[in-house]
């Protein structure tokens, strides 16, 4: 089992900046490929980026790209959401998740393991 506990969710107003931590503990967390996923209100929750277990691939949905960045260090155990240039569609719950997989996916259904979620919410 791996547990996942996310922290760094709040209010920021558009255009700032969040980092969220996620970190894991039980069997060995290296080699699971790592994700974070949102929901906001009324929606489903939705993909927005994956790491692989070696941080050398990672994979992000459109609407994020060149504003986040995902990174992970495997030493502490911690997978990292670095959320520059915010904006009021980014408010949404922020999950953690860990895959049995070395490779990143997209597929929420993939994901077995799942933090609590943290709150993250842009004022326009």
């Known amino acids: 089992q791996v547990q996942l506990v996310e922290s760094g969710g709040g209010l920021v107003q558009a255009g700032g900046s969040l980092r969220l931590s996620c970190a894991a503990s039980g069997r060995t967390f290296r080699s699971n490929a790592g994700g974070w996923f949102r929901q906001a209100p009324g929606k489903e929750r939705e993909f927005v980026a994956s790491i692989g277990w070696s941080a050398g691939a990672t994979i992000y949905t459109d609407s994020v790209k060149g504003r986040f960045t995902i990174s992970r260090d495997n030493a502490k155990s911690t997978v990292y959401l670095q959320m520059n240039s915010l904006k009021p569609e980014d408010t949404a719950v922020y999950y953690c998740?860990?895959?049995?997989?070395?490779?990143?996916?997209?597929?929420?259904?993939?994901?077995?393991?799942w933090g609590q979620g943290t709150q993250v919410s842009v004022s326009s």
């Open positions: 998740a860990a895959r049995r997989a070395l490779d990143p996916g997209t597929d929420l259904r993939d994901y077995d393991y």
